[in-house]
Each structure stands twice: as C-alpha cells, then as structure tokens.
C-alpha cells in the first residue's frame, strides 16, 4: 500500500538555525499539506499546496516558513530561523483531487524537531 | 467551521464495543463528518466519512441522527490496539481543504 514518507525521523537543531524538513507524498496525489502537533497538544493545519503554490496557510504559517516541491516527488517545509516554541512533531499529508469519494488526507509518521 | 465537543477520555476491555459520540450543534448544511484515529508518535489515520443515516466499513461504524447535531463512532470488539485518539471533524469536503483537529478522544482499551 503507497504511504507518505518523512525524512529525517528525529531533527535537533540550535535556535536559530535554519531546518528543512522532507516528505514523499504518494506519487499521484495532488494536494499536499504540513500539520504539527506540539507534544500534548492537538494536530495543528500549516499549510495546503497544490499546482506549485501555497492554497491555504494558517497563522502559524508565518514568514519563517516556506515550502517547496523542489521535484516531482518530494515537498519541503523550511523554517528559516527556528525559535523554542517550533519543537513540535511534523506532519506532512497528501490527497488525490476528489472523484466523487471523500477526499482523504494520508499522513505521514511525522519528524519529531527539538529546538535547543 | 463547526465547533465540535467529544469526550476527553473513554476507557474499555477487550472485546466490548466503544461508542464514541461527538457533538457539532452548527453543522452546516454541506458539512461531512469524519473521524480519524491517531496512534502514539504516528500521524492521524482516516477511519471513516458520512453525512447522515449509517455508514459502515470494515473497522467501524458511524452514525448520523436526522438532524446531524451529533454522531456516533462505533468501534466493534475493539482490541488493545485499538488504544489511541480518535478525532471527529466537520466540515467540506473538498480536495485541498485544511483538517481541524480537535482534543479528540483518547480511548485505552485494557485486557
């Protein structure tokens, strides 16, 4: 069965510091997204992408943050100078364009980011 | 978006059914209701989707009430690892539309 893949699991990183995190969506779906969840906490909307640009960003998608589908295959998220408050797990999910069934978002198993 | 309210916690045993009901008061009228399930350190999971009456698939129930104020996610003998949290969302559904989580319930079956 086709999953969405995430890279790296685990990231570390310095406040500051500039991340990038990685994630294969299922190859023919066509709508991409960004969750996090803070440890604890619910599953927060980022981002939504779809014909090489951004559809909808929530409030937490803010200037630090950019996405990308550098090729046909992966998506990034990069967050340009990390804070503390960024520690979260990642999650990245793909959808196909609605045929009539429901339009189900397939997540990925998430990259846990720790900001020191 | 439709505010939706659910249990914070349920707890069960092996081989009981759990019933899981979730309240959305200001549903509106082109608005699905979805549950997904969320495992430890994984992302959330798609369970099932309807808009009223019943619907079934292999892994759960759901019910709808005519006036669709309310649903119920019925999972059949669950099993231990059916612990997790179970989310119920309302809204539209369409391709690209951002998915609102809320507290979701955590549901911890014991043996």
């Known amino acids: 069965e086709p999953e969405v893949t995430q890279t790296p699991s685990h990231q570390v990183t310095q406040m500051g510091q500039e991340v990038i995190l990685r994630c294969v969506p299922i190859s023919n779906h066509l709508y991409f997204y960004w969750y996090r969840q803070i440890l604890g906490q619910k599953v927060e909307f980022l981002v939504s992408?779809?014909?090489?640009?951004?559809?909808?960003k929530s409030e937490i998608f803010d200037d630090q943050f950019s996405v990308e589908r550098p090729d046909g295959s992966n998506f990034t998220l990069k967050i340009r100078s990390t804070k503390l408050e960024d520690s979260a797990m990642y999650f990245c999910?793909?959808?196909?364009?609605?045929?009539?069934?429901?339009?189900?978002?397939?997540f990925g198993p998430g990259t846990r980011l720790t900001v020191l | 978006l439709a505010k939706t309210t659910q249990p914070i916690s349920m707890d069960s045993y092996e081989g009981q059914e759990v019933n899981i009901t979730c309240s959305h008061n200001n549903i509106a009228t082109n608005d699905y209701i979805t549950w997904y399930q969320q495992f430890p350190s994984q992302g959330p999971r798609f369970i099932i989707q309807g808009y009223k009456t019943k619907v079934t698939n292999e892994v759960a129930s759901l019910f709808i009430p005519a006036d669709r104020k309310s649903s119920t996610l019925s999972l059949p003998r669950v099993s231990l690892s059916d612990t997790a949290v179970y989310y119920c969302l309302v809204g539209l559904n369409n391709a690209g539309n951002m998915l609102t989580f809320g507290g979701g319930t955590r549901l911890m079956v014991k043996p």
């Open positions: 999910a793909s959808s196909k364009a609605p045929t009539g069934a429901y339009n189900e978002q397939f």
């Open positions: 992408f779809y014909n090489n640009e951004i559809s909808e």
